[in-house]
């Protein structure tokens, strides 16, 4: 098995793709060693030490290291968990998977539709080549709250590509949405 690795806009997050399906559909985010008891894969990964998170999309894994960590050092660690766990057959999940979007019902709801629409079909598949993810969470009075996903999670970047990218995005196909602002899990 050979599992290739990509940098992300996010310098404490890397992207590793094993050539082969991680999860069936949708995403799985683990901010935390305690947050991964349904994926023995994410808690692979975390078991080797220095990890802060675990992302899964379709083909790809998002590692983020601890702060004081060097990928030199803790990548060869990573890249074994990573194929020890598929070398051995187990689940990547354990139980049903969650739905991507927060639910949202009310006056909204056909403007709701809309932006899950455009984040599913215009935002989702840019940032997965980024190695993460971004979510609908709510809306509420022209305000959209967006949660961010693996490297999209404390990048450097996030605010700009949260206002000048899916800010304009969602504001020149929907005149309600006024502002996109993030929110913690």
């Not at 968990?81 to 999940?93: D, L, R």
Request: net charge negative.
């Amino acid at each position: 098995m050979f599992i290739q690795t990509e940098s992300t806009p996010n310098p404490a997050t890397l992207k590793f793709l094993p050539g082969q399906a991680v999860l069936e559909m949708g995403t799985a985010d683990f901010p935390s060693l305690e947050s991964a008891v349904k994926s023995p894969l994410a808690s692979r990964v975390f078991a080797t030490g220095q990890v802060t998170g675990v992302f899964l999309g379709t083909d790809f894994i998002t590692v983020t290291k601890a702060e004081a960590a060097d990928w030199q050092h803790i990548k060869p660690a990573i890249l074994g968990a990573i194929m020890e766990h598929f070398q051995s057959g187990a689940a990547v999940m354990e139980g049903e998977s969650q739905a991507a979007h927060a639910a949202h019902s009310g006056e909204d709801s056909e403007i709701v539709n809309q932006i899950k629409e455009l984040l599913d079909t215009r935002v989702r598949p840019a940032v997965a080549q980024d190695g993460g993810d971004i979510t609908f969470h709510g809306f509420d009075r022209g305000v959209v709250y967006l949660h961010m996903k693996g490297a999209c999670a404390g990048c450097p970047s996030s605010t700009l590509t949260l206002k000048m990218g899916i800010e304009n995005l969602l504001r020149h196909y929907i005149p309600e949405v006024l502002e996109v602002r993030p929110v913690a899990a």
